[in-house]
Each structure stands twice: as structure tokens, then as C-alpha cells.
């Protein structure tokens, strides 16, 4: 079962992230050992594009996460703006047009 992340859960990774840059939160390791289980047919490319780029398998994988990771907090971020644009609107009592009147003279 895929569990759904609310707006809350969003506004707490944001809060450690924060406290995070601003040294509130601190490690003392540089970086971190990870074990994952890939599909065979993936650690094979993993292993075509390393051999022929000269590089590490850890070089891509680092690369690969931290691109997911930041293309995934930009959306959490974009969810969470959003949703309090949304929250706003509603507040106002401003009334909304539905998306058949916006599009009816459009041909």
C-alpha cells in the first residue's frame, strides 16, 4: 500500500531541511553507506555505462538519487504552495469559474 504524504508531513521534511542548511542539524559523517536491491537487468546498464565511461557505479547512482531527490522535493514544494494558495482562496470567499464557462467560446 502507497502511503500519501499530507501537507503536513511535507512542512516537516521542509522544517529539518531548513534546520539542516542552517546547522541546527548536523552529521558528522560525510557520507553514508546504502544497500539496495536492483533488478538484474539495471545493475547490468549500471555496469555498460561505468565500464565505458570509466567511472564508478557509485558515481551514477549518486548522481541518479540526487537528481530523484530534487526533482521529488520541488514537487513536495510545489504541492505544499499549491495547497496553501488553495487554503487562501478558499478564505477569501471568492467566488470561482468552472472550467466549461472559461473554455465555452473556445473552438
Aim: hydrophobic content about 45%; overall charge negative; proline content about 2%.
Amino acid at each position: 500500500m502507497q502511503e500519501i504524504l499530507t501537507s503536513a508531513h511535507v512542512a516537516i521534511l521542509f522544517d529539518i531541511i531548513d534546520l539542516f542548511f542552517q546547522g541546527v542539524i548536523m552529521t558528522t559523517a560525510t557520507s553514508i553507506s546504502v544497500s539496495a536491491n536492483i533488478p538484474a537487468e539495471l545493475g547490468a546498464m549500471l555496469d555498460k555505462v561505468a565500464r565505458a565511461e570509466e567511472r564508478s557505479k557509485s558515481y551514477y547512482i549518486k548522481k541518479g538519487l540526487e537528481q530523484l531527490l530534487k526533482n521529488k522535493l520541488e514537487d513536495l514544494q510545489d504541492y505544499q504552495e499549491a495547497e496553501q494558495a488553495y487554503d487562501a482562496f478558499l478564505a477569501s470567499g471568492e467566488k470561482g469559474t468552472p472550467f466549461e464557462e472559461v473554455f465555452s467560446n473556445v473552438k
